[in-house]
C-alpha cells in the first residue's frame, strides 16, 4: 500500500511558542514536556469536510446577518477577501472559514465581554464561508475596534478578526487572527508578539486593496491564508516510526 | 545564490481568544446567528456500533479547571473508516466524524455523544489502536494542541499501537488512555487533559 503523502513539518519556530511570559494567560496554560513528533497516519491526512448544506448566502455578510430589517452597524464597512492556499501556492477549495470579531466599538457580543464600548444591535460579530473552486473566500463586515484587555494594565488589542480554516486534514487545521495595514498597536501588542518573526507578523497584516473596493460603499483588504502543504509520493520514505 | 524554493510559509497561528465562542459556538456567547451550528452531529443516530460518551475537565498549571476551552474532535466510525476522501472507504450516511464542543463556563466540564471507532491502519508497522483525535484551543493557547483519546478496555490494542509505542517514557502514555465507566446505564470514558505538571497530557506534532 502507498503511503500517504505527508503535511509539511510545521515550522515550531515560525509559531509562536506555546509558553510567552508576556502573554500571561500563557503561563499556566503552556505545555512543559516536548511534543512527540508523528508521521503522518490516516487520522492526520483526513479531515472533516463541509458543503453547502453546512452554511448559508447571507453567513459571510456580518453587516446584514445579524441586522434588523431595514438597519446596519456602525462602523467603517470593509469588505476581507482573499485566498486559501497551501505552501506550495496552490488553492484550497471548499474549504470552511469562520471569523469572528468585536464592532466597531471594540466590544464583542459575548456574555463573558463587560467593556463599557456598547453592544452594536445590529452587529452579531460572526461569519462562515466556504472557498471557491480557487480558494477564493471573501467577507463583508465592519473594521473592528480596538480594545483594552487586562494582560499588563494598559495594554490594547489591535484591531483584529479572528479566523479559522479546516483545510482538507485535521493536520492543517488553524486559528488565527488577522491584523490592518497601519494599525499603530500592532507593534505593542503581547499577542502579536508572541510570534519571534516579523516576516510572520507581517503575513497576518491585511494590506488595504484599493482596487477591491466598492466606491462610495465599501473599503476592501486583502487577506491570503497559507495552510501546511503536501509532499508528493515520488519515492516511499523509510519504513520507521508510525 | 541558490535558486529561491518558492514555497510559501504557512499562516502563523494565534490564540483563539476568550470569545472563540462567537464564531464557532454562539449559541454559548449568548445568542442565536445561524440556522445550524455546527459540530453537534459527529455521529448521527444511524451511525453504527457501540452508543458511548466521552466526558471530562481541562486543567492549568494551579491545577484549576480551564473554562472558556473549544475542543474538536475527530474520529473513524466502528469500521475504521475516516469519512474523507482518503478515510479509508465509505462511511454510512450520518456519520460524520467531527465534534466540536465548549466546556461549561462554571464547571470546565465538556463532554459528546458519539461512538467508538474501530481501529485504523497505522503508517506503516500494525495497526493503531481505536482512538479519537482532539484539538484544543482556548485563550492562553497560542497554537492548538493536538492530543488523542485512547479506551482503557482496548488494553491489548493500546500494548501493540505505534502512536503509543513512540512515547519514550511509558508512564506518560497512561495520560492518554479514557478510563470507562457506567452511568444509568451508558458507557462514559472519562478524559481528563492537563496542560502541566508531572501528568500533564502527551501532545504531539503532528
Redesign the interface.
Known amino acids: 500500500?502507498t503511503?500517504?503523502g505527508e503535511y509539511?513539518?510545521?515550522?515550531?519556530m515560525?509559531?509562536?511558542?506555546?509558553y510567552?511570559k508576556d502573554?500571561k494567560?500563557?503561563?499556566?496554560?503552556?505545555?512543559?514536556?516536548s511534543?512527540?513528533?508523528?508521521?503522518?497516519?490516516?487520522?492526520?491526512?483526513?479531515?472533516?469536510?463541509?458543503g453547502h448544506n453546512?452554511v448559508?448566502p447571507l453567513?459571510n455578510d456580518l453587516i446584514k446577518?445579524?441586522a434588523q430589517p431595514g438597519q446596519s452597524p456602525i462602523g467603517e464597512r470593509i469588505i476581507v477577501h482573499g485566498r486559501v492556499?497551501?505552501?506550495?501556492?496552490r488553492p484550497v477549495p471548499n474549504t470552511?472559514v469562520?471569523?469572528?470579531q468585536a464592532n466597531a466599538g471594540g466590544r464583542?457580543?459575548?456574555?463573558?465581554?463587560t467593556y463599557l464600548a456598547p453592544i452594536d444591535p445590529n452587529f452579531?460579530?460572526?461569519g462562515?464561508t466556504i472557498t471557491d473552486e480557487n480558494g477564493y473566500y471573501f467577507f463583508r463586515t465592519v473594521k473592528p475596534g480596538a480594545y483594552p484587555w487586562r494582560n499588563w494594565v494598559n495594554d490594547w488589542r489591535p484591531a483584529h478578526i479572528?479566523l479559522?480554516i479546516f483545510g482538507?486534514a485535521?493536520?492543517q487545521?488553524?486559528?488565527?487572527?488577522m491584523y490592518f495595514e497601519g494599525d499603530p498597536l500592532i507593534a505593542s501588542c503581547p499577542?502579536?508578539n508572541?510570534?519571534r518573526?516579523k516576516?510572520?507578523?507581517g503575513?497576518?497584516i491585511a494590506a488595504l486593496d484599493k482596487n477591491a473596493t466598492i466606491p462610495l460603499d465599501s473599503i476592501a483588504y486583502k487577506f491570503d491564508?497559507?495552510?501546511?502543504?503536501r509532499r508528493s509520493t515520488m519515492f516511499e520514505n523509510r519504513?520507521?516510526?508510525? | 545564490m541558490t535558486q529561491s524554493l518558492?514555497?510559501?510559509?504557512?499562516?502563523?497561528?494565534?490564540?483563539?481568544?476568550?470569545?472563540?465562542?462567537?464564531?464557532?459556538a454562539?449559541g454559548a456567547?449568548?445568542?442565536d446567528?445561524?440556522?445550524?451550528e455546527?459540530g453537534w452531529d459527529i455521529a448521527g443516530p444511524n451511525a453504527r456500533g457501540e452508543r458511548i460518551r466521552v466526558e471530562g475537565i481541562v486543567i492549568?498549571?494551579?491545577g484549576?479547571p480551564?473554562k472558556?476551552v473549544l475542543l474538536?474532535a475527530?474520529q473513524?466510525n466502528a469500521d475504521g473508516i475516516?469519512?474523507?476522501p482518503?478515510?479509508?472507504g465509505e462511511v454510512e450516511d450520518g456519520f460524520?466524524?467531527?465534534g466540536r464542543v465548549i466546556t461549561d463556563?462554571a464547571t470546565g466540564e465538556w463532554g459528546f455523544d458519539t461512538v467508538k471507532p474501530g481501529s485504523?491502519?497505522?503508517?506503516?508497522?500494525g495497526p493503531?489502536a481505536p482512538?479519537i483525535?482532539l484539538?484544543i484551543?482556548?485563550?492562553?493557547?497560542?497554537?492548538?494542541?493536538?492530543t488523542?483519546l485512547y479506551f482503557e478496555d482496548e488494553a491489548e490494542a493500546n500494548a501493540a499501537d505505534?502512536?503509543l509505542n513512540?512515547?519514550e517514557w511509558e508512564r506518560?502514555r497512561a495520560t492518554l488512555i479514557a478510563k470507562r465507566t457506567e452511568r444509568d446505564g451508558q458507557t462514559v470514558y472519562r478524559f481528563d487533559i492537563r496542560?502541566?505538571g508531572e501528568e500533564?497530557?502527551?501532545?504531539?506534532?503532528?
Open positions: 500500500m503511503k500517504p509539511y513539518q510545521r515550522d515550531r515560525w509559531h509562536p511558542p506555546a510567552d502573554y494567560t500563557s503561563v499556566t496554560r503552556s505545555p512543559q514536556y511534543l512527540i513528533s508523528l508521521q503522518n497516519s490516516v487520522s492526520e491526512i483526513t479531515g472533516p469536510t463541509f453546512d448559508d453567513d446577518n445579524y492556499l497551501d505552501e506550495n501556492g470552511l469562520e471569523v469572528w464583542y457580543r459575548h456574555k463573558k465581554d452579531g460579530g460572526c462562515r479572528h479559522s482538507h485535521f493536520a487545521r488553524l486559528i488565527t487572527q499577542i502579536v508572541t510570534i518573526d516576516a510572520a507578523v503575513q497576518l491564508i497559507v495552510l501546511r502543504g519504513l520507521e516510526g508510525n | 518558492d514555497y510559501l510559509k504557512e499562516t502563523a497561528s494565534q490564540t483563539a481568544g476568550p470569545y472563540v465562542h462567537i464564531g464557532l454562539p456567547a449568548g445568542f446567528i445561524y440556522r445550524q455546527l492549568d498549571g494551579t484549576s480551564v472558556d474538536e475527530w473513524a475516516y469519512a474523507h482518503e478515510g479509508g460524520r466524524g467531527w463556563f485504523t491502519p497505522g503508517r506503516n508497522i493503531q482512538h483525535n484539538w484551543v482556548a485563550r492562553g493557547i497560542n497554537i492548538g494542541l493536538n488523542r505505534p502512536v513512540l512515547i506518560r496542560l502541566q500533564e497530557t502527551v501532545f504531539f506534532d503532528i
